[in-house]
């Protein structure tokens, strides 16, 4: 399979794509949208870089619309993104020395619903955190907000990897399913996703392939972090 390259200015106009389509169909706020604006802006300046890095801050998160909860009440997705390392060197592995990326869930009060993020397994000491190497996570710390930190750190469900274009797709998906069916069929929309599916996905599906030709492991064993060339 060839290699999946992505350049920070590939990257920049993707991100600019998916910001001014989730604003057409009133997905993102205005904030949400000058946030991913900004980051792509960044990306820009270093249009050839092959390694660089994406961050959505706590304090200036993309805040999306409100929405409704089974229950009507108001509820407001944000994506934070703690950091996002892309370095493309290895390519039996994502491109990747760190991930860490979340969707948080507020009510109208601001008070927190819920939290998923997708994480990178943390190596300190040459000890590389038990679990996938790519995992799922439901809750995490919020600042202010302690009290409220689920008191399990697992399960960390074996999840590929993902990026702020990918996520987004998620949350237009989840809560705003009647415009998203609007976007998904727009080309441009599916041109910049496509580009988050060939950075995040194409070495991890390489491995699960080969996992599964594996008899004498199972595919979780595969994706343990520590069955991956660290």
């Avoid at 009440?73 to 860490?100: N, S």
């Avoid at 000890?127 to 907000?145: A, C, E, F, W």
């Avoid at 999840?159 to 069916?181: G, I, K």
């Avoid at 004498?216 to 064993?221: A, M, V």
Wanted: with cysteine; net charge negative.
């Amino acid at each position: 399979m060839d290699e999946i390259i992505i350049t920070a200015g590939e990257m920049s106009e993707a991100l600019s794509t998916i910001a001014a389509k989730l604003l057409s169909v009133d997905i993102v706020t205005s904030d949400g949208f000058q946030v991913m604006l900004e980051e792509a802006r960044r990306l820009k300046r270093v249009p050839g870089a092959l390694n660089w890095t994406m961050e959505i801050d706590r304090d200036s998160a993309i805040v999306f619309t409100e929405t409704f909860d089974k229950n009507d009440d108001i509820v407001i997705p944000k994506i934070t993104c703690a950091g996002i390392t892309v370095e493309q060197v290895q390519h039996d592995r994502p491109p990747f020395t760190a991930l860490d990326i979340a969707l948080e869930v507020e009510d109208s009060d601001r008070n927190p619903v819920s939290r998923w993020h997708v994480d990178w397994a943390n190596t300190q000491g040459g000890i590389t955190q038990s679990g996938p190497l790519v995992h799922l996570q439901y809750g995490g710390h919020r600042p202010g907000h302690r009290a409220t930190d689920h008191p399990l750190k697992v399960p960390r469900w074996a999840h590929p990897p993902m990026d702020v274009l990918l996520l987004c797709e998620v949350v237009a998906a989840n809560f705003y399913e009647d415009q998203w069916e609007t976007l998904r069929e727009d080309q441009n929309w599916c041109a910049a996703i496509a580009l988050g599916q060939r950075l995040c996905y194409s070495a991890y599906l390489r491995k699960m392939l080969s996992g599964m030709s594996v008899r004498s492991k199972t595919l979780l064993h595969s994706m343990w972090a520590s069955s991956w060339a660290l």
